[in-house]
């Protein structure tokens, strides 16, 4: 069966410290990437998102995200967290399947950033 | 707990016709999000309920839409009548909201929406 899986559930760092949250998913197909990130208080948003072209993704407020296919990666990465990021970040893939869409979301990884 | 859980998981129909996606929230949780992905736009939220009272769904994108949250533990979005740009898959979420605890969304597996 398909799967994403998001290891960190919770990842406390300091400020300035570099962010790196890991992604992976179990599919040897066609896939589309996505991080999104939930702020406190808040919905959803789109942070990043990789369709094909340039394995390295540069989104919002940032962030960064590398597919590396023979991994079944795609990793969240900022060099230098601020308190601000405080959130919970969600991978999530869409598999090709047919021409069916199938979005799979990972469990999500809670970040809290220390002043 | 079984998580949240959305039916049907697929749905195929024609244009013109009436649709009616299905959530159970997780037990417990006070917050309830209906969420459309499409390739095109990604996700979009498009109503939530907070103690099963729509809270803001200024996201529905027609009165086609409409979305009810009848008791704590089940809400329909209904698509009245169905159009082929609503094909999509639609996500039901529940969270536990309140002001002293962070919050953590739980998804449902999705319903592919498919109009023809």
């Known amino acids: 069966a398909q799967s994403v899986s998001q290891h960190n559930h919770h990842v406390i760092l300091s400020e300035a410290a570099s962010l790196e949250l890991g992604c992976n998913y179990s599919?040897?197909?066609?896939?589309?990437l996505f991080w999104y990130v939930q702020y406190p208080g808040q919905h959803l948003q789109l942070l990043l998102k990789y369709f094909s072209g340039d394995p390295l993704v540069k989104g919002i407020k940032g962030f960064e995200a590398e597919f590396i296919k023979s991994k079944f990666s795609f990793n969240l990465r900022k060099p230098s967290v601020q308190w601000s990021d405080t959130a919970e970040y969600f991978c999530a893939v869409i598999i090709d399947q047919t021409g069916a869409n199938n979005l799979f979301f990972g469990t999500g990884t809670r970040l809290t950033v220390i002043p | 707990d079984a998580g949240v859980i959305q039916s049907p998981r697929h749905e195929v129909t024609e244009m013109g016709q009436e649709v009616t996606l299905r959530c159970k929230p997780i037990?417990?949780?006070?917050?309830l999000f209906w969420y459309r992905q499409t390739m095109m736009r990604g996700l979009e939220l498009l109503i939530y309920?907070?103690?099963?009272?729509?809270?803001?769904d200024s996201g529905m994108p027609e009165d086609r839409f409409s979305a009810k949250m009848p008791n704590a533990s089940f809400s329909t979005l209904k698509i009245q009548p169905s159009e082929p740009r609503d094909s999509a898959v639609y996500f039901c979420a529940s969270s536990f909201r309140s002001w002293t605890t962070n919050e953590k969304l739980f998804f449902g597996s999705g319903t592919q929406l498919s109009v023809l």
């Open positions: 309920f907070n103690n099963n009272v729509p809270i803001d």
């Open positions: 599919y040897g197909g066609t896939v589309n």
């Open positions: 037990s417990g949780h006070n917050s």
